[in-house]
């Protein structure tokens, strides 16, 4: 069965730093072949893209909330993305996600243009 698991959650202090994983299984397709991104979510409010990358990971994106701290990548030999999380605020406290697109080669933050999804890992930074 298609597998997108993520580890690296847990609780931090304000300026801490972790590092999300997110290894997938199960595909049929080559994972080079599939655009990624993670995304977040706070209980009562909608899912929120954080950063996006392309399939051989040459481009990336972010939001504004997270760009200069956060930096996404992959290693597509070892099926895995990877969020490294730096000075990290309360704000940054959610269950974070990783997703999979078939589609396009850089696909948008919008969760619908997304195919697969983990079961997210909760960060939480508390001050």
């Known amino acids: 069965a298609v597998r997108l698991m993520e580890s690296g959650g847990g609780s931090v202090q304000v300026g801490g730093s972790l590092r999300l994983s997110c290894t997938a299984s199960g595909f049929s397709l080559p994972f080079e072949i599939l655009s990624m991104a993670w995304f977040r979510q706070i209980p009562g409010k909608e899912r929120e893209g954080v950063s996006r990358?392309?399939?051989?990971?040459?481009?990336?994106d972010y939001a504004d909330s997270v760009k200069g701290r956060f930096t996404i990548s992959r290693d597509n030999t070892k099926k895995r993305l990877y969020l490294q999380m730096n000075s990290l605020e309360p704000e940054d406290s959610a269950i974070y996600y990783c997703a999979a697109s078939k589609g396009l080669i850089l696909t948008p933050l919008g969760e619908s243009d997304y195919n697969y999804w983990g079961q997210g890992t909760q960060v939480t930074v508390s001050s």
């Open positions: 990358i392309s399939r051989s990971g040459e481009i990336t």
